[in-house]
T-cell receptor, first 117, second 114 residues
Framework: AQKVTQAQTEISVVEKEDVTLDCVYE???????LFWYKQPPSGELVFLIR??????QNEISGRYSWNFQKSTSSFNFTITASQVVDSAVYFC??????????????FGAGTRLAVHP | DARVTQTPRDKVTEMGQEVTMRCQPI?????VFWYRQTMMQGLELLAY????????DSGMPKDRFSAEMPDATLATLKIQPSEPRDSAVYFC????????????FGQGTRLTVV
């Protein structure tokens, strides 16, 4: 069965600090997809990134970077030089491609990030 | 700018009333999800559809909840009768399977049952 664990419930940092949000997943499939979403105080869920299980290259987009390691079943998200606007709840999600999962999209519990001026 | 559209954005209703939430997925997406978000349970998957066919609705209380896709441009989630414990934000999301290179959410319907 698929499962996503975000062990950090809340993180508080001061602006310009780097912060890493952890995500550990469980799946029996060899083909799967991992996602990160951001939920700012306004409430909408914003798609940030999607990775497939065959691509372990790290990705960088501006101040955001993602580290995917199959050996540890982790897909961690780092924000460099955090800003107040990064304050939000961040969700990690998993979708199995196997026939049993039919691409169900399952979310972790989320990590609330507070960036203080 | 393609987006998932949900209506209504906010709904306040009395216990026992029927509630219908609607979702217009992104054109061309073949998968639609319904999620419920509460402080206690986080984001729970209620049901999802592929090419309008229900794949899994095991997350829904069957006695009062129902989800349908009358056509490719409309998904509905109904609660009858509603109860105060149904108060939550209900999200619809659509994506293109397999792989979900895109998987986008609507803005949600905030339901309050009094």
């Amino acid at each position: 069965a698929q499962k996503v664990t975000q062990a950090q419930t809340e993180i508080s940092v001061v602006e310009k600090e780097d912060v890493t949000l952890d995500c550990v997943y469980e799946t029996r499939d060899t083909t799967y997809y991992l996602f990160w979403y951001k939920q700012p105080p306004s409430g909408e869920l914003v798609f940030l990134i999607r990775r497939n299980s065959f691509d372990e290259q790290n990705e960088i987009s501006g101040r955001y970077s993602w580290n995917f390691q199959k050996s540890t079943s982790s897909f961690n998200f780092t924000i460099t030089a955090s800003q107040v606007v990064d304050s939000a709840v961040y969700f990690c999600a998993l979708s199995e491609a196997g026939s049993g999962g039919y691409n169900k999209l399952i979310f972790g519990a989320g990590t609330r990030l507070a960036v203080h001026p | 700018d393609a987006r998932v559209t949900q209506t209504p954005r906010d709904k306040v209703t009395e216990m026992g009333q029927e509630v219908t939430m609607r979702c217009q997925p992104i054109l061309g997406h073949n998968t639609v999800f319904w999620y419920r978000q509460t402080m206690m349970q986080g984001l729970e998957l209620l049901a999802y559809f592929r090419n309008r066919a229900p794949l899994d609705d095991s997350g829904m209380p069957k006695d009062r909840f129902s989800a349908e896709m009358p056509d490719a441009t409309l998904a509905t989630l109904k609660i009858q009768p509603s109860e105060p414990r149904d108060s939550a934000v209900y999200f619809c999301a659509s994506g293109l399977a397999p792989g979900f290179t895109e998987a986008f959410f609507g803005q949600g319907t905030r339901l309050t049952v009094v």
